[in-house]
């Protein structure tokens, strides 16, 4: 895929609206997307499928392409008297990290509603107030209202609407790198739609299906669909990681902004196959690609429930996304670019032979 159109699919991915359980317009533009160069579709789940066309199961080997939607949003709670909306998350948020910040409201007219997230200014904070840490409890959403009735009945707005942050994507050309929202897992999703239609063509040895589920930011929900109307042999997921380079120090990073795609060995809910994370290392030193390797200590992906479906020998492909789950991330392009090269790669080189020797 030209770069022209691969920024237009990163930026499209990553201004489309879809927090965890409302990914419909992601879901929307990915079948819209994709049908051109596979079969698309989806389920009541929002979860979406896309089949190679050149390939069928009867090649024997499935390998599944996994991705996620979806991405950390807020939804309404309730409003307050004063017209202020109470929230609470979907997916992990850092309190302070959304403080003042601009967030889209979507009411039930389906219209999306410009609003701040609310603080106190410093000069009615006491001492203590400005040393205590923030609870999101107590953080509400200004939509420039007065009162409840006018939040409810004019803007339409009421318990259960989805919020997402206010921010638009764009390209810093000089440095290559992309600004936006929901990289996590938007720049996974453009990888998996990329290798797709690059391999559109080829003839393989292996059935390449690409699931993009829902709901993974709360739980991987969605991939204990997908895996199991799948049923893969062997799967790779690509996920948007957190970035560590700018607060650790250097012999400890191993997720960085232009260091290539991170290959995850583990964290605390997945544990890579060792022969098929040895394969894949292989092929991006073969095909002089940058990499890093990664231990984690937290974190969770869909790539657990792949695994533990029926054993499939799964590995975790990270694109370096700085600034994680606020509302501007930041990825550079030539990541973008080498997850890619690396997936391809690895994808032409399976077949039932290598298969086994995992």
């Not at 600004?179 to 292996?206: E, H, Q, V, W, Y």
Request: hydrophobic share 35%.
């Amino acid at each position: 895929m030209e770069k022209e159109n691969s920024l237009k699919l990163i930026q499209n991915l990553s201004n489309a609206n879809g927090p965890s359980g409302f990914e419909d317009e992601v879901r929307d533009y990915v079948l819209e997307t994709s049908k051109s160069f596979c079969f698309a579709s989806s389920d009541h789940m929002n979860n979406c499928y896309l089949q190679n066309k050149q390939n069928s199961p009867s090649k024997g080997t499935t390998l599944l392409l996994d991705s996620h939607l979806d991405a950390v949003g807020l939804v309404v709670q309730a409003i307050k008297p004063n017209g202020t909306i109470r929230f609470v998350p979907l997916g992990r948020w850092v309190p302070a990290n959304l403080t003042a910040e601009k967030m889209r409201i979507r009411n039930n007219n389906g219209q999306w509603i410009t609003g701040l997230v609310a603080t106190k200014p410093p000069h009615f904070m006491s001492d203590a107030e400005k040393k205590q840490p923030i609870d999101m409890a107590n953080l509400t959403i200004d939509v420039g209202t007065v009162s409840a009735k006018e939040t409810k009945e004019k803007l339409k707005i009421n318990t259960g609407c989805p919020i997402v942050p206010d921010t638009e994507w764009q390209y810093l050309k000089s440095q290559n790198v992309m600004l936006g929202k929901a990289f996590d897992n938007r720049i996974g999703t453009a990888c998996l739609i990329t290798a797709m239609s690059d391999l559109s063509t080829k003839d393989m040895d292996i059935n390449l299906v690409g699931a993009i589920a829902a709901q993974e930011e709360v739980g991987c929900r969605g991939a204990k669909v997908t895996v199991k109307k799948v049923k893969p042999d062997i799967a790779i997921c690509l996920e948007g990681c957190p970035a560590d380079d700018t607060f650790t120090p250097e012999w400890l990073i191993q997720t960085g902004l232009k260091r290539g795609p991170m290959l995850r060995d583990m964290d605390t809910s997945f544990i890579a196959n060792p022969h098929f994370q040895n394969f894949a290392i292989e092929q991006a030193k073969k095909n002089h690609i940058p990499f890093t390797r990664s231990v984690r200590t937290g974190g969770g992906i869909d790539g657990s429930e792949l695994l533990e479906y029926q054993g499939a020998p799964t590995i975790c492909i990270g694109i370096p996304v700085r600034y994680e789950h606020t509302n501007y991330g930041m990825v550079a392009y030539e990541d973008f670019q080498n997850t890619v090269s690396l997936l391809e790669s690895i994808i032409l080189s399976l077949n039932e032979t290598v298969l086994k020797s995992f």
